[in-house]
């Protein structure tokens, strides 16, 4: 199996060297730089990782630009802020491939108070409920480390361009019934301010984004992998 890691990035330089570092031997880490002023594509280049830029500022542009740049049997997600260790991702990547699981996410523990701040882990927590009221899936957290095989991804169609991408993720799998599990994660302080769930705006922001992806109506196709 070979396997692509998609990392959407905004201004991250200062997280990328340790991020990078974490990547499984053989694997592809795809930086998607989203505008950043930083030289966090700089950075990224010269620490081997293969650098898309996507212009349209947005998670979900820069998550699917790499989705589209990916040529692996299997990509996975994962913030190149630091909070999240991609040498895990082999425990997400192992169900995927020996075909007990067609989408798994990892399950965010913090690792000390503060690692995820109190407005972000209300918003998920009421984001998973309203997940479960629509899709029956009994998620407890919708984290941006997951793992999947590339061509069923392609074909659920994820339109999403904003916050509501990964979510989006979960509802049409759902939808095209995959098999869908949860993987336990340390969730660790990230380097620097998160750009989208940092305040209480950016959290009320993305919940909005979320709310709209739950308000589409039940879709079918994508098939399972």
Request: overall charge positive; some cysteine.
């Amino acid at each position: 199996m070979t396997v692509d890691v998609v990392l959407p990035c905004l201004d991250e330089a200062g997280a990328l060297p340790w991020v990078l570092t974490r990547i499984p031997s053989g694997w592809r880490a795809i930086v998607v730089d989203n505008g950043s002023t930083d030289g966090s594509a700089d950075v990224a280049a010269g620490l081997g990782a293969t650098v898309v830029h996507e212009p349209r500022r947005g998670f979900g542009a820069a998550c699917h630009a790499g989705l589209l740049a990916a040529d692996a049997d299997i990509v996975c997600f994962c913030d190149c802020d630091a909070s999240l260790d991609p040498g895990l991702l082999p425990g997400l990547v192992r169900s995927v491939a020996e075909g007990s699981a067609d989408l798994v996410l990892g399950r965010r523990r913090p690792t000390e108070r503060g690692a995820w701040p109190p407005h972000a882990r209300a918003g998920n927590l009421a984001l998973s409920w309203l997940l479960r009221r629509r899709t029956r899936l009994r998620l407890s957290d919708l984290g941006p480390m997951r793992a999947a095989r590339r061509e069923p991804l392609l074909g659920l169609g994820l339109s999403d361009r904003r916050s509501g991408y990964p979510l989006q993720m979960v509802v049409r799998a759902a939808d095209a019934g995959w098999r869908v599990r949860e993987v336990d994660v340390p969730y660790l302080p990230r380097t620097g301010r998160s750009k989208v769930t940092g305040t209480w705006r950016g959290t009320w922001q993305a919940v909005h984004d979320m709310r709209r992806v739950l308000d589409e109506p039940v879709a079918g196709g994508g098939g399972r992998s």
